[in-house]
């Protein structure tokens, strides 16, 4: 329980302070100023390469794909002021807007995406989501090294005309085209610096925003760029965007006015929150999931026996309304149920009683060789958010009465990414937030050899479904598909799903336009803050 709830007296830090004198209303150079909390620090600011939901919405504004997202979240036209698709569907023709620059004024033009599409697919980037872009006519085979960049289905007919040829037809594309991985990277930055291109004092980009500082672990700081084509109607001069991993200092700093967006709270406060701060609070759905990766790989955790008794063992309905009573929803599946066109798949085990599914576990177990003279060793790795730390102390109580002995190992998030990409790791707590509203957006994670697949987990039929479902537009159809892809998934239970998130926020009043989206998506550009005088 947070005791100092009641008297905040947080002591507001330096930099904060002079931010605050420098900007506040009324003064001779007053800006306005949004100050926003995220989860952990980025691993990059390459949006080729980050994966994850803590770099996005810094992502977002400070870079711009063909397709970007409006003020609510949808689909809209980004750096292309307009699109053409064939009767086939096969080809995509977007029109750039005119004169449009790089932060750095240097002129952006349709060979920037050519080269941007190349190299998001080039093995050497090691893109996480290279594989959503597999539509495209031979991007497969120049990422499996298979093709030459030049053969994928990319090119500019003109300095503002990007075509690009799909393979297949994909209801999705445009979705795609929207996300921050789409978003085009200045050739001539990277190329001279390299991996280090993204540094505050190098990074070029061509969004609403451009990064000036940062400081890690403790603030990336972002100002408006002159040289986006739509400038004069963003309001917002400076975007600060702090890491916070610890929920007591995100809610304290809120109420002390540190902070404008709190992007989490401690759910144990949301009582508190409701009483005293309920104009300032926003729940809402979101496309995000909580699961446990498994190691799928390393044994005994690469028997499905051992990976279904420690899934079945967690009270998800329980751990919820005793940990987490924020709306969350207890899951089963990967897919979040608020995907449109798709009806998730549940284990038949999530609708016996607990006392039966212990019963099946401690079998399950048993069969796999371990028992009171051997019990199951597995370590169990988690950030350092708070709410990880008591999900994981939950999973050990729940897992104890199966005879298993749980290590619980703590790390920074930067740490339990790396684990997870070289598979360093038996079980950890992991979270997707899918960019787009499909089902394939989660289901491609799994599939065989894919950049994301850090479980480890193959499956012929599964990569066979998944495929088909991904060359089909027949929504019905592609939907069935996934729905028998999941299905495998979860009978073999690769991955532990635990529950569906919602967006939990904290806004406060004086910021403006501010709309609730499932893709959590509140790009700065569309915001303003009417902060009141101290």
């Known amino acids: 329980m947070l005791m100092f709830l009641a008297r905040p007296k947080a002591a507001m830090p330096a930099l904060l302070i002079a931010a605050t004198l420098a900007f506040a209303p009324g003064t001779a150079a007053a800006k306005m100023v949004l100050n926003r909390s995220s989860a952990a620090d980025p691993d990059t600011l390459d949006p080729h390469v980050s994966s994850g939901n803590s770099a996005a919405i810094v992502l977002y504004d ?33 029109k750039l807007r005119p004169n449009l620059k790089w932060s750095d004024g240097t002129p952006l033009t349709a060979e920037d995406f050519v080269y941007s599409f190349r190299r998001i697919q080039s093995p050497e980037t090691a893109g996480r989501y290279a594989q959503w872009f597999w539509s495209v006519k031979n991007a497969e085979a120049v990422n499996k090294k298979q093709a030459k960049p030049e053969d994928m289905g990319v090119k500019a007919l003109d300095a503002r005309t990007v075509q ?46 451009m990064v000036t500082e940062r400081v890690p672990q403790t603030r990336i700081k972002a100002v408006k760029n002159p040289n986006f084509y739509d400038a004069a109607n963003v309001k917002i001069d400076e975007a600060n965007y702090f890491p916070t991993e610890n929920l007591g200092t995100v809610l304290n700093r809120f109420r002390a006015g540190e902070l404008d967006v709190a992007l989490n709270f401690p759910p144990d406060q949301i009582e508190w929150i409701r009483q005293n701060l309920p104009k300032e609070l926003h729940i809402a759905p979101n496309l995000g999931v909580y699961y446990f990766l498994v190691n799928n790989t390393k044994p005994p955790l690469n028997d499905p026996r051992v990976r279904k008794a420690l899934s079945m063992a967690i009270d998800r309905e329980g751990m919820v309304s005793k940990l987490l009573n924020t709306g969350v929803i207890p899951g089963y599946s990967l897919v979040s149920p608020v995907v449109a066109n798709y009806s998730v798949y549940k284990p038949a085990y999530a609708a016996q009683a607990m006392p039966a599914r212990m019963a099946e576990a401690k079998k399950l177990l048993s069969e796999a060789g371990f028992g009171p003279g051997k019990p199951l060793k597995i370590t169990l790795q988690f950030d350092t958010l708070e709410e990880n730390r008591k999900m994981a102390v939950a999973m050990a109580a729940m897992w104890k009465p199966l005879g298993v002995d749980v290590e619980l190992a703590n790390s920074e998030f930067r740490d339990l990414t790396r684990r997870a990409r070289t598979g360093d790791y038996d079980i950890m707590r992991w979270a997707y937030f899918s960019p787009f509203n499909d089902a394939s957006a989660y289901l491609n994670l799994l599939r065989t050899g894919d950049a994301s697949n850090f479980s480890g987990f193959a499956n012929a039929e599964y990569d066979k479904l998944m495929l088909e479902a991904n060359t089909i537009i027949d929504m019905k159809r592609r939907a069935a598909l996934m729905y028998q892809a999941e299905q495998i998934l979860l009978d073999t239970q690769a991955i532990i799903p635990v529950y569906h998130y919602v967006a939990r926020r904290l806004i406060h009043t004086y910021v403006k336009n501010w709309n609730d989206n499932p893709r959590n998506a509140n790009l700065t550009r569309y915001l303003s803050v009417e902060r009141p005088a101290r």
């Open 164 to 209: 690009i040829s799909l393979a297949t037809p994909s209801p999705i594309f445009l979705e795609i085209m929207a996300t921050f991985t789409s978003s085009p990277v200045p050739r001539h930055v990277v190329e001279k610096f390299g991996r280090e291109w993204t540094a505050p004092e190098r990074i070029v980009s061509n969004g609403a925003y």
């Open 62 to 94: 400070i870079f711009q794909p063909l397709m970007t997202l409006d003020d609510k979240g949808e689909v809209t036209a980004g750096a292309a002021e307009s699109y053409t698709v064939s009767p086939d569907g096969l080809t995509y023709t977007f």
